[in-house]
Nanobody
Framework: QVQLVESGGGLVQPGGSLRLSCVASVNSFAAYTMGWYRQAPGKQRELVANINSGRSPHYADSVKGRFTISRDNAKKTVFLQMNSLKPEDTAIYYC?????????WGQGTQVTVSS
């Protein structure tokens, strides 16, 4: 059974940084497009960033220049480095693995940006 396990969330002050990690128990991890999504209270889940098998990243406009997505295929892990965090970044962050018609979600990790 495929599992995605996120870690690294927490409480941080505005302007601070966090690094999220997601370890995937999938075969052929390198073939998957890995992504981070987030969902704030009362809002729809939205794409934050993803990175495909060719390591080409894509970012939502709201996080460009502040967040960096990367992957370590040997460790089957995807990372999201979040800098210059803002209160509006507060949400549950979900890891996603996608390959052809297959898609999987992690359980989510809470990120709270507040003073």
């Amino acid at each position: 059974q495929v599992q995605l396990v996120e870690s690294g969330g927490g409480l941080v002050q505005p302007g601070g940084s966090l690094r999220l990690s997601c370890v995937a128990s999938v075969n052929s991890f390198a073939a998957y497009t890995m992504g981070w999504y987030r969902q704030a209270p009362g809002k729809q889940r939205e794409l934050v960033a993803n990175i495909n098998s060719g390591r080409s990243p894509h970012y939502a406009d709201s996080v460009k220049g502040r967040f960096t997505i990367s992957r370590d295929n040997a460790k089957k892990t995807v990372f999201l480095q979040m800098n210059s965090l803002k209160p509006e970044d507060t949400a549950i962050y979900y890891c996603n693995a996608h390959f052809t018609s297959y898609g999987y979600w992690g359980q989510g990790t809470q990120v709270t940006v507040s003073s």
